[in-house]
């Protein structure tokens, strides 16, 4: 059969699109590599215990009541029920640099404010300045790059403050060094410090599930271990996908989410050159038994760190950067039941190439991960006070990890530096959703996906 | 389909979008998506719809003349009259 719809790629971009597709029309069909979906944001067993990849604390916090905030519409527009969805609400954050300053944010957006008040008080009315510029920018105008930085900077004036506003969001999704797209920073800016962070009452598994439910119960088709290797064209017009095992399928319009450069790559054209870096990353799990509650990070849900002089956020020209990074305590959100052990995770900037020296020899690859996974707990116990002794679980993934399980060229996780806004790359009936299209994490991805599928999909069914 | 009954799908097919969607003093001559709150991606869920539930195809250029109940029913009179 020829299939109205072809995804490639089960991630949340791909799975959000399928159930948007299928809602209406349920021919459609996800392809996914893996045996698993999720792509970036799924999970995996170690010694019987379920570990999360990709969800630390989901952005885009809201209130069922809120409607058009973006949480509420992507449910909507699944015909999800955001009733049955239950969050569990962020703590608080922090933005800490050492020997400088520091701010504490949660979901109420006053908090941010003012510690700004109170410990940038001549950047306050800039900041403001800065609050009123967000409200009323579009992010969704296809615009050429535009800095974040020049325009945060030119606001509160003042280099640490803007380093350390734009810190959190270029960890939560900037694929360029040391700077943000201004339209990626005002969506982010909202993600974040005005809507704030949550984690949904399930696993991963459970998240992921509820979703390809409704995309089965909608009638749509997903097949896992069905690798396409080649799309099929003509001229600037697709029909169809040929796959690993040889056998091809027709469709008339392909959304794929598998990422701009690998997408060309299929489309056997050639990759343009480009001098830009992608950023790896490496994370650590650290599961301990329970600490005792007098520890002054315990109430934290994310500390964002930097220990350097300067902040940077940029390829390092070692295995791992640990001059700055994010700590996260998965446990420490609002009315979650207590969990058998409390998790410590770690993520900084990472360089691939480093890792992909080590591919061949597993023992080395083991020895750096756990190395380097030893120094990153001594880096964040000078913040978090000291746990090792209590370490009875360590994993580490690297740029090779993401690399081998999501396809991710050099394992960047937020994919290209180069977005293509409005999902078209040359041809009438492909088009790109997912990380290069340009919204990131959990509920970014999944309204890449929704987007794309509205824009330029459905009316033309 | 008579335009009184064109106008109970608009709503019905509004209430199965937003569950919350109150129709108690909707006006039919005023524009559906500022009254009941809507956005642009819940106003294609009644385009789709329509085509889900009655193979109407409404190509892009026409999703303004469903602005309001009483331009639904002008729009889709014509569409529906032997459904």
């Known amino acids: 059969m020829k299939y109205p719809l072809l995804i490639i790629g089960g991630g949340l971009s791909g799975i959000a699109a399928g159930i948007r597709f299928s809602r209406y029309c349920p021919d459609v069909l996800i392809l996914e590599k893996h045996s698993r979906v999720g792509g970036l944001n799924s999970y995996y067993y170690r010694d019987k215990r379920i570990l999360e990849t990709g969800l630390h604390a989901v952005t885009n916090y809201a209130e069922v009541k809120d409607k058009h905030a973006p949480l509420n519409r992507l449910f909507r527009q699944l015909k999800l029920s955001r009733k049955d969805f239950k969050l569990h609400p962020q703590l608080s954050s922090e933005i800490y640099f050492e020997n400088q300053n520091s701010l504490i944010f949660s979901n109420d957006f006053d908090i941010l404010k003012s510690e700004i008040q109170s410990k940038f008080r001549k950047q306050f009315d800039g900041f403001m300045a800065l609050v009123q510029d967000i409200d009323s920018y579009d992010p969704f105008l296809s615009r050429p790059f535009i800095s974040a930085k020049e325009f945060v900077h030119s606001r509160v004036k003042d280099t640490l403050l803007t380093n350390m506003l734009l810190c959190p969001l270029m960890y939560y999704g900037s694929a360029v060094e040391n700077d943000l797209d201004l339209g990626q920073f005002v969506i982010m800016f909202r993600s974040i410090f005005m809507e704030g962070m949550f984690r949904p009452a399930g696993t991963m598994r459970e998240f992921l599930q509820m979703l390809t439910t409704q995309y089965v119960n909608f009638g749509g088709k997903l097949q896992r271990r069905n690798e396409v290797v080649k799309i099929l064209k003509n001229k600037d017009t697709v029909y169809g996908v040929e796959l690993k095992n040889g056998e091809t399928i027709e469709c008339s319009n392909i959304l794929s989410t598998i990422g701009y450069e690998e997408t060309l790559k299929l489309l056997g054209e050639d990759i343009p050159s480009s001098t830009l870096k992608r950023l790896g990353f490496v994370e650590n799990i650290f599961l301990t038994e329970k600490i005792e509650e007098n520890q002054n990070s315990t109430d934290k849900t994310i500390i964002f760190y930097n220990t350097a002089d300067k902040f940077t956020y940029k390829r390092p020209d070692t295995f791992i950067d640990f001059q700055s990074g994010v700590i996260c305590f998965p446990n420490n959100f609002a009315g979650r039941p207590s969990q058998e052990y409390k998790e410590i995770r770690s993520t900084h900037l990472a360089n691939y190439y480093h890792w992909e020296d080590l591919e061949g020899s597993k023992h080395e690859y083991s020895a750096k991960k756990m190395e380097l996974a030893d120094q990153s707990k001594e880096v964040i116990e000078k913040i978090i006070g000291s746990f090792r002794d209590k370490v009875v679980f360590t994993d580490s993934f690297t740029p090779l990890t993401i690399k081998r399980f999501t396809a991710k060229k050099e394992g960047a996780i937020y994919g290209s530096p180069k977005k293509i806004k409005d999902g078209k790359i040359g041809y009438t009936n492909l088009f790109l959703a997912g990380t290069d299209q340009g919204f990131l994490g959990i509920v970014g991805s999944m309204l890449s996906g929704v987007s794309i599928t509205n824009q330029h999909i459905l009316p033309k069914i | ?83």
């Open chain 2, 1 to 83: 389909m008579t335009r009184d009954a064109i106008k109970e799908l608009i709503m019905e097919i509004i209430a199965d979008i937003d569950e919350d969607a109150d129709f108690d003093d909707l006006q039919p001559d005023k524009p559906l998506r500022d009254q009941l709150d809507l956005d642009s991606m819940d106003f294609l869920d009644i385009v789709m719809e329509l085509r889900k539930r009655h193979q109407l195809q409404i190509p892009e250029e026409d999703y303004p003349q469903l602005a309001t109940l009483n331009s639904c029913a002008d729009y889709l009179e014509p569409l529906l009259k032997d459904k």
